[in-house]
């Protein structure tokens, strides 16, 4: 079972930028408040609750200011959920959830390095109570004509994202300009390309430190120019430096 548990600690109004993350993203707080926005709608998180972030779902958001924000982050890949709910397709939940006491202190006892069949209990107890949130989501649509330059955008930039960008090429590739590039961009995903390329790095080197690889080595294969370069972005998107963040 490809479960990642962390236990995460985010100073009093920690502010992170729009980024997304590639499998299911679940946050149960042990304490403090955070406020998440997506599509431009913005919810609050209070302890004893749970965060349920879709796979590529773009957000931000920041922690109270009166107190730290404690909880365990929990990721699992797309196709585990899809397996455990039944069907091929990806669900839609609730963004805020209301886990029972049983299921809060499951997962509070899973870690990474937890026996299979534990990880295994937790993730089926978080899919059943998101069994009980499903919901249909719309978002207000852009012009199809820029929603379809955007969509090829990113299929571009999810393809080369650790290599440098280039707007330049992309843009003559698709026969439009730099500036009508990046203005479809940002007005379907709500950045520009360049941060969407960055959020993808920072999540692909979330990925090396759970998989054991050491920071050191992280920056070049996430496509930073350095370890400064991917401190620098890691910390501000993620709230802690990589070391902390593969520790916790």
């Given at each position: ?25 679940f ?26 972030l ?42 805020i959830i ?15 390095g ?57 843009a003559?590739h ?39 690889v ?9 496509g ?20 902390a963040?593969?520790?916790?």
């Amino acid at each position: 079972m490809a479960l990642i548990a962390r236990r995460l600690r985010l100073s009093p109004g920690h502010r992170f930028p729009r980024h997304a993350h590639q499998g299911w993203s679940f946050g149960l707080l042990r304490g403090g408040s955070v406020r998440l926005r997506r599509d431009g709608v913005w919810s609050q998180a209070t302890p004893a609750s749970a965060t349920v972030l879709h796979p590529g779902e773009l957000h931000d958001g920041v922690v109270d200011e009166d107190r730290a924000l404690s909880y365990v982050a929990v990721t699992v890949p797309e196709d585990v959920v899809a397996d455990l709910l039944g069907g091929g397709r990806s669900p839609s939940f609730t963004d805020i959830i209301q886990p029972s006491e049983p299921v809060r202190r499951l997962v509070n006892s899973t870690h990474s390095g937890a026996p299979e069949e534990q990880r295994e209990q937790t993730v089926a107890a978080l899919c059943s109570v998101f069994a009980h949130s499903r919901v249909v989501t719309t978002g207000e649509p852009g012009t199809r004509s820029a929603r379809r330059l955007a969509t090829a955008v990113k299929l571009r930039l999810d393809a080369c994202f650790t290599e440098p960008v280039r707007i330049l090429d992309i843009a003559g590739h698709l026969g439009v300009t730099p500036a009508a590039l990046i203005r479809a961009f940002r007005r379907s995903h709500g950045l520009s390309p360049y941060a969407y390329v960055v959020s993808r790095r920072v999540d692909l080197a979330r990925q090396l430190l759970d998989a054991g690889v050491q920071p050191i080595e992280v920056a070049g294969r996430a496509g930073f120019y350095d370890q400064p370069h991917l401190n620098r972005h890691f910390t501000r998107m993620v709230g802690v430096p990589p070391g902390a963040y593969q520790r916790g």
